[in-house]
């Protein structure tokens, strides 16, 4: 809606302006998260009360007066007062990687730069690299960092983009007599995705294009044909609707999913057996005769090939390697890595478990950062211990779920733990991270994470590369000694299923378990909602073709105990 998108950029930008600040990381994020909310959300919230306001997740009653403030006046007050430090294009350097707050002001302050054109400008005449701080170096990262947040303005990451399109989905499920279907980059798992699309039956009985085009969720509409419609939604991004028909509904779906280059290998296979295949579905060259291809089943058969699921649609080896049977959310029986309100997250422990129970887990190890990450509130193994005989209080009101304490460790300059191994030998799970120094050079962050790979008490290296996705490039190290020696140490490489992180990447994680790593799967969650993250690291192993076999998070409790 309308008046969600306003809103949703509103409270972004007071984020930002707190940022510029240096105010409390805490109130930063809760800004952040209450405009994701918005920004995905299908219900005006001009129609909500204060109380449905602030219900929803990630809201609260403080935002919610705020949002309230924003219907009636566009703005709130706390935001006009912030708005009066700095101009409204400062904000734009702020997406662009390695312009932080402090480097943002600082811009500001010495050059007046106030846009990212003029950022651009400034750095291609080399007048940034004299600023205390800068250097050429910095400089070059900046006119990079320009570019790649050019590109990162275009696209969604894949799970604010899959909750918006299975809402589109349920508005239009009463207007369909089969499901609608997700298509495109977002079916195949692709981290990011640049625009919405969606197949449905032909229906001569319901007018669904009409009912699409007509949605409250429609913004404009950019094309209209007898069978397709695209449309701007009100938060600014494109969704395409489709229509197929029943006899050639498995090739379209097929070749809506994609990839071009996926696709490029059907046609020549196609071709090769003398048969055509397209949008319209298969057909024999001689005569020109349909082939069965009411379902994507039916047009692999026909082709030879068994099913590839749409996760390894990418036109790399899918038509030269078995295809396995991937891992599904089904197959993952708990978590690793979390945080609760004794560190960064949100959640009291009791919280976290019942949220975790509701997704089904056998087990959970519940976590949170180690006391040298002070900006996160890192805990002592005094704190450790005393909130680990918490965790066991909790033990009898989720009787089905067995429960451990996990820690974040930080990774010392030196490869050191955070604590002793006296100290680490009594936690549960230890995850190893790295959180500071990320710009060292290669030679040193390989060394630095080698160190925790081979302390026989570490037994997962959290978001490997620590890359942010459109905002961090991954950590330069020796990948392949890495994943090499984690494999020869016992020490699973993590899958982090934040929406941002995605780390590792499906091409890493593929490398990795070539060389004998085992993997681990976690949500890395911060509040209760955000456990189901780890169904978006089910999504990144699949593209990566892990099997449950390959997953330590597929172990059953007896087996977990029993390989740490």
């Known amino acids: 809606m309308a008046n969600n998108a306003a809103a949703a950029a509103i409270l972004r930008e007071m984020a930002l302006r707190l940022e510029l600040e240096g105010a409390n990381r805490f109130r930063i994020r809760s800004y952040q998260k209450a405009a994701q909310t918005l920004s995905v959300l299908i219900a005006d919230i001009a129609s909500l009360s204060f109380d449905e306001l602030a219900a929803l997740p990630s809201v609260g009653r403080s935002i919610a007066a705020h949002i309230s403030e924003i219907l009636q006046t566009g703005t709130f007050a706390e935001l006009e007062h912030l708005r009066t430090k700095f101009p409204s294009g400062v904000l734009d350097l702020m997406r662009i990687n390695g312009i932080g707050p402090k480097r943002t002001a600082a811009l500001y302050n010495a050059l007046g730069i106030d846009s990212s054109d003029k950022l651009r400008d400034c750095a291609k005449r080399g007048l940034i690299r004299p600023l205390e701080g800068f250097g050429e170096h910095i400089e070059q990262n900046i006119l990079a960092g320009i570019a790649a947040a050019d590109e990162s303005d275009h696209r969604l990451l894949h799970w ?11 508005y239009l499920r009463p207007f369909a007599d089969s499901p609608v279907l997700i298509t495109g980059s977002l079916r195949r798992g692709c981290e990011t995705v640049g625009n919405i699309d969606l197949l449905a039956r032909a229906n001569p009985h319901a007018d669904i294009l009409r009912a699409f085009a007509t949605a409250p969720f429609c913004g404009r509409v950019l094309t209209r044909k007898a069978a397709e ?23 379209a779906e097929i070749y809506y999913t994609g990839s071009k280059e996926h696709l490029a290998l059907l046609g020549k296979r196609a071709e090769s057996l003398g048969m055509s295949f397209g949008l319209n579905g298969l057909a024999r060259q001689s005569d020109g005769a349909a082939l069965p291809a009411q379902t994507e089943e039916a047009v692999y058969s026909a082709l030879g090939l068994p099913f590839i699921p749409p996760d390894l649609r990418e036109g790399t080896f899918e038509f030269e390697r078995p295809i396995p049977a991937l891992v599904t959310e089904k197959d993952i029986k708990g978590d690793f890595h979390s945080h609760t309100v004794y560190s960064d997250g949100s959640g009291t422990m009791a919280q976290m478990c019942g949220a975790a129970a509701a997704l089904g887990h056998e087990w959970f190890a519940l976590g949170d950062h180690s006391q040298r990450l002070g900006v996160a509130k890192g805990i002592s193994m005094q704190q450790y211990r005393e909130t680990k005989k918490e965790l066991a209080a909790l033990g009898e009101q989720f009787p089905a779920m067995q429960l451990l304490r996990s820690l974040e460790v930080e990774i010392l300059a030196d490869g050191e733990m955070d604590f002793p191994d006296e100290d680490l030998k009594d936690i549960d799970v230890v995850i190893g991270a790295i959180h500071s120094g990320p710009k060292d050079d290669a030679e040193k962050l390989t060394k630095r994470i080698l160190g925790a790979i081979k302390n026989p008490y570490v037994d997962i290296l959290a978001h490997p590369t620590g890359r942010i996705i459109s905002k961090r490039p991954s950590y330069v190290f020796d990948e392949e000694l890495i994943f090499s020696q984690a494999a020869a140490a016992h020490t699973a490489l993590e899958i982090n299923g934040q929406p941002d992180r995605q780390d590792l990447s499906p091409e890493k994680a593929l490398r990795a378990h070539a060389l004998g790593a085992k993997i681990a799967l976690s ?28 997953i330590l998070n597929c172990l059953s409790y007896k087996e977990l105990k029993d390989y740490l």
């Open 523 to 550: 949500s890395d969650a911060h509040a209760p909602d955000q456990l189901a993250y780890i169904k978006l690291a089910v999504r990144v192993a699949r593209r990566a073709w892990l099997t449950k076999a390959d």
């Open 229 to 251: 419609v695209s449309i701007v939604l009100k938060n600014g991004r494109q969704c395409t609707l489709r229509l197929a028909r029943a006899e050639n509904f498995g090739a």
């Open 160 to 170: 604010p983009a899959a909750r918006l399109a299975e809402e589109i989905t349920a």
